[in-house]
């Protein structure tokens, strides 16, 4: 289960619409000041991304919340949308440079261009019919799993100086 917090910003029945901070990876990374990806997450700064999740605990607008997504589900998502565009892409090229030997055409390059964006067309239209059928399919939708507790921070107080710290 991926997990992130986010503030709830409005409900709606059993659906409430939430607010998460986009980060990038980059602030763990030890490359973060030579790396291409850092300069633009810098660039493009720290958005909120808004969703609406089902929220199952009954939260309320103002509450810090952390919003799950199944692993499993997020995996299967991304092979779809990079994976299935690529592979209809060289599939068809291939296909293309087959059949244009076969009908003997001198340059079979054309036939394969022609196939390689033919496949590719299908392909984002497949996806498009994907994410349709994804998006009304509870697996796929992020939930609210549970409220960000406000934690307590210990006050000490040094005994020797009488300071707190």
Known sequence: MIEESAIVVSCDGEFAEVEAERRSTCGACEAKGVC???VL???FGRRAVS?????????????RVVVGLDSAMLNRASLAAYLAPIAALIIGGLFGDYMG???????AEPVSIFFGLLGLFGALLWLRWF????GGDARYRPVILRRVEAR???????ATSGDFG
């Open 51 to 63: 969703m609406r999740v089902h929220n199952g605990i009954q939260a309320r607008p103002g509450e």
């Open 36 to 38: 291409g990806t850092s």
């Open 131 to 134: 994410s349709r059928r994804a």
């Open 41 to 43: 997450a810098k660039a």
């Open 101 to 107: 030997s076969r009908l003997g055409f001198e340059n």
């Open 152 to 158: 307590s921070v210990p006050v000490r107080w040094h």
